[in-house]
């Protein structure tokens, strides 16, 4: 097995991605490509609803942080597994109205919503939206009296947490541009200010401690921080949160060093560590939401590329280099983000050498990895990544006018084109002069 059971290999030594052949994938679909094995993504929104509905009961309601992976397609195949989404931008909105999601089991956020986003949001019918400050909350309050509707709230609580991830991508921490910090006492004032707002039905918290954590002690620490808070809120005003919304986070496997999560075991411990919480501070146990990106679609992806050249540096390194980079892939980039590579034509031979692999952009940290173990290569062998499907497509750019990949879903043995590569003429498709 190659990390993920839905990734094998053939007699012919070939990849394979849920059954299908990984060279002939690329043959018919071109390089680079992203292929997703739209199963895994089914059977990991069922794994989070599953348990979900056994720790919280029969209204819980797991969202799919759609940052992680945003096209259409995905807000189907997530709106039939029973799942709510969470979206940050008026486009993922949008995107997510055009496939017809359900605009109730939407969840908004960011930490700078425009007023256009605000009343695209409230337009659309969007059940909750995630106040991140004070500012936002004057505006969404006038928004809401333009517009004669009252709109369900959570606020976005900063409970002061380092999960001991990337410090790139803690984000619930007191020093961060989202939420309000409840040692600072600003928690406690945006509160106040929201219970005063008439178009606004305030509903309970939201917190977002970090993300690839591996670990509950940090959701355990989460949940107490936010509890006790709710149970002060309580004392001070007499408001007791129905809701308390527990963010994403939970990691994924990139390379066989890296850990492996039961997630349907960590939402029965997350379960049960803020049941425990709330009995501690003395409160109801709200309503826990959780909102998984990564884990949900990360496994299922893989990208594609094929090999252009291989450089032997002696007494330095060697690189091989593919058709793709950083445009499609930023993360060893931004994160020097850890991944599994191999040949995929070549996957049944021993990967007893060592690469830099490096993209085809105009700078030199263009790589998507440095000395990896690998098959040897050589032009024209098919390489693969693995685990590319969240945060790969979602943060692509055309950098050096490269046109994105396409995403091609696999199941059931077929596959199908669920996002066109872009074309040449894609890309000029906004230039006016
Ligand atoms: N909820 C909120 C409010 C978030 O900000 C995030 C991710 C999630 C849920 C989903 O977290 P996940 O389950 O995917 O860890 N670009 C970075 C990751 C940034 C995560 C941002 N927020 C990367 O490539 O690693």
């Known amino acids: ?10 007699e012919k030594g070939h990849l394979t991605i849920g059954g299908l052949d990984t060279v002939a994938l690329a043959a018919e679909f071109g390089t680079p490509a992203y292929i997703m094995d739209e199963t895994v993504i089914r059977a990991n929104c069922r794994t989070y609803l599953t348990a979900a509905k056994a720790a919280f009961g029969a209204e ?8 992680a992976l945003c096209f259409a397609g995905i807000y189907r195949i997530v709106a039939e597994e029973g799942l709510g989404v969470d979206c940050v931008s008026g486009g993922e909105l949008y ?39 004070t500012d936002e909350l004057e505006a969404l309050e006038s928004i809401a009296e333009q517009l004669c509707k009252t709109q369900r709230i959570l606020l976005r609580i900063t409970p002061g947490i380092d999960p001991h991830t990337h410090r790139a991508i803690q984000t619930g921490n007191v020093d961060s541009k989202f939420g309000n910090a409840i040692v600072t006492g600003g928690a406690m004032a945006i509160t106040k200010k929201a219970l005063a707002c008439k178009r606004l039905q305030l509903c309970g918290f939201h917190c977002h401690i970090g993300s690839q954590i591996f670990d509950i002690d940090p ?11 709710i149970a002060d809120v309580r004392r001070e005003t007499g408001f007791l949160a129905e809701e308390l919304n527990l963010g994403g986070g939970l990691g994924v496997p990139y390379t066989d060093e890296d850990p492996r999560m039961d997630y349907a075991s960590a939402v029965t411990d997350i379960a049960a560590v803020a049941k425990a919480a709330a009995e501690r501070a003395g409160v109801p146990m709200p309503r826990i939401i959780l909102e998984p990106g ?10 594609l590329y094929t090999v252009g050249s291989v450089k032997e540096i002696p007494g330095f390194r060697n690189y091989i280099s ?6 499609d892939n930023p993360r060893y980039a931004l994160y020097q983000s850890r991944y599994t590579a191999l040949i995929a034509n070549r996957a049944s031979e021993p990967a007893d050498y060592r690469a830099t692999i490096a993209g085809r952009c105009c700078e030199s940290g263009d790589l998507i990895g440095e000395d990896m173990p690998i098959q040897r290569a050589v032009r024209g062998d ?14 692509a750019s055309n950098y050096n006018r490269l046109p994105r990949p396409p995403i091609v879903l696999v199941r059931d043995g077929a596959a199908r084109v669920a996002v066109r590569r872009e074309s040449f003429a894609d890309l000029l498709r906004n230039d006016i002069i």
């Open 1 to 10: 097995m190659l990390l993920y059971p839905h990734l094998n290999v053939n």
């Open 60 to 67: 819980a309601l797991p969202l799919y942080a759609s940052k």
């Open 95 to 133: 995107t997510a109205a055009k496939a017809g999601f359900p605009a109730a089991r939407i969840y908004f956020h960011g930490n700078n919503k425009t007023d256009a986003d605000l009343r695209q949001a409230m337009d659309m019918g969007v059940g909750t939206i995630v106040v991140d400050n």
């Open 219 to 229: 959701f355990r620490d989460a949940a107490d921080i936010m509890l006790r808070f």
């Open 294 to 303: 990564r884990s949900l679609v990360a496994a299922a992806g893989i990208t």
């Open 322 to 327: 593919v058709d793709g980079g950083m445009p």
């Open 382 to 395: 098919i390489l693969a990544v693995l685990t590319t499907g969240a945060y790969n497509f979602a943060m």
